[in-house]
Structure formats: structure tokens, C-alpha cells
């Protein structure tokens, strides 16, 4: 079973530029969570989606950051523009097949670094 | 607000010791509880969970405990072996499939 992908791998930008990472989830996962990793840190929520819809977006610096799930899939985040305390990796996991409780699975994430 | 407080930061010990972590959440609707470990330049795999209905759970040489009462749960690893060293992190959420609070992580060094 192929995991959950994530791209790119690393991103290297300056402050106040525009940065979108892509998260594709398990097949058949009807949540999935972006989650913002600061380093020495635990993982933080920034945004939970059922299928295309927005579950929990509480801790979204919703001034610079955004996110959608098109077609309860595929999901995108964006941040703009970006400060220097975004740097941090961005992690994207998924679960739950319609009808079970799973674990959630997390992706390798996006490494970003503001300069 | 909710809260999830992980003891030690590090932890080191000899191979073949034990290793035990402490955890402490401050939400009384948690009811899933989960242990990552996250490898460098990786993202977080699970290695175990339990469930609030479950006071104990093991899995070879892990094992955990919750004690709801009192907010704590601990991961207990046995007979540690260089490859369990890695950053684990304690996690609270009320379901499986709610978000998930996760404590600070402790970096588990073990020597050969």
C-alpha cells in the first residue's frame, strides 16, 4: 500500500514570497490533516479536512495561510506570504476509510526554510 | 487548553536497558492516545496506541500504560537496541480521527 506523498521535499525562500506544498493521501482516506512541525518541537494542527469539506481550522494563520482539498483528495497549502517563523516542516497525514477507525499515517513532509 | 506535557527531553541509555517515557494531558475527553517515532528526516510512524476503555497494551518490546484518573500515560520499551534510537512523541486526541495533541518529543539515544 503506497503511503502518503508529499512534495517537494525541501524549499528554500525569502521572506514575504509565496510557497504551496501538495499532499497526496492513502487511497480511500477520508481525512486528512496538515500539520506544522517547528524544529525541536511536536507536530501542530493547522488544518483538518473530511473528504473536501473543513473540519478544524482554528490554528490557521488564516492572514498568510490557506488550504483545499479539491475532489476530497489531493490537498495543497499555501503560504502568503511567508514570515520567517514559518519555517518549519509541514506535515500531511490522512486516515480513517469510510466505516473504520485507523491510525493516522503521516507523509515525509515539506522542509521549509525562510530567509 | 488542551495540553499534552512529555518527560524527559532526552534519554540515554545502554542497549539492552529499558527506556521509559512520561506523558500528561490536560483534556479529560481524550480517549485515544498514540506513540510516534520519528527518525531524522522523516515523518512521524506510529508503534503503538491505546484506547481509554484499556489500561495496558503491548507489542513485543513496547508496551504502554493509561491512567485516566490521574492523566498519565508512559511507553515502556525493553531490551533497547541502537535502532529504537529516534525522537518519540506522546499524542492525545479525543478520537482516532480528531486532531492530534502531541507533546514535545524525547530524543531516546541508545548506545551499543
Known amino acids: 500500500e503506497a503511503g502518503v506523498a508529499q512534495s517537494p521535499r525541501y524549499k528554500i525562500i525569502e521572506k514575504r514570497q509565496s510557497v504551496a506544498f501538495w499532499c497526496n493521501p492513502i487511497?480511500?482516506?477520508?481525512?486528512l490533516y496538515w500539520y506544522q512541525q517547528i524544529l525541536g518541537q511536536g507536530p501542530k494542527l493547522l488544518i483538518q479536512?473530511?473528504?473536501?469539506?473543513?473540519?478544524?481550522d482554528s490554528q490557521l494563520p488564516k492572514d498568510r495561510f490557506s488550504a483545499e482539498r479539491l475532489k476530497g483528495v489531493d490537498s495543497t497549502l499555501k503560504i502568503q506570504p511567508a514570515k520567517l517563523e514559518d519555517s518549519a516542516v509541514y506535515l500531511c497525514?490522512?486516515?480513517?476509510?469510510?466505516?473504520?477507525?485507523?491510525?493516522?499515517?503521516f507523509g515525509q513532509g515539506t522542509r521549509l526554510t525562510v530567509v | 487548553g488542551e495540553n499534552v506535557e512529555q518527560h524527559p527531553s532526552t534519554l540515554s541509555v545502554q542497549e539492552g536497558d529499558s527506556a521509559v517515557i512520561k506523558c500528561t494531558y490536560s483534556d479529560s475527553a481524550s480517549n485515544y492516545f498514540p506513540w510516534y517515532k520519528q527518525e531524522l528526516g522523516k515523518g512521524p510512524q506510529l508503534i503503538i496506541d491505546i484506547r481509554s476503555n484499556v489500561g495496558e497494551k503491548k507489542d513485543q518490546r513496547i508496551a504502554v500504560t493509561l491512567n485516566k484518573t490521574a492523566k498519565h500515560f508512559s511507553l515502556h520499551i525493553t531490551e533497547t537496541q541502537p535502532e529504537d534510537s529516534a525522537v518519540y512523541f506522546c499524542?492525545?486526541?479525543?478520537?482516532?480521527?480528531?486532531?492530534?495533541?502531541f507533546g514535545q518529543g524525547t530524543e531516546l539515544s541508545v548506545k551499543p
Open positions: 499524542a492525545a486526541s479525543i478520537t482516532v480521527l480528531g486532531k492530534l495533541i
Open positions: 487511497s480511500g482516506h477520508a481525512t
Open positions: 479536512f473530511q473528504n473536501n469539506g473543513v473540519v478544524d
Open positions: 497525514a490522512s486516515n480513517g476509510p469510510r466505516g473504520r477507525d485507523t491510525e493516522a499515517f
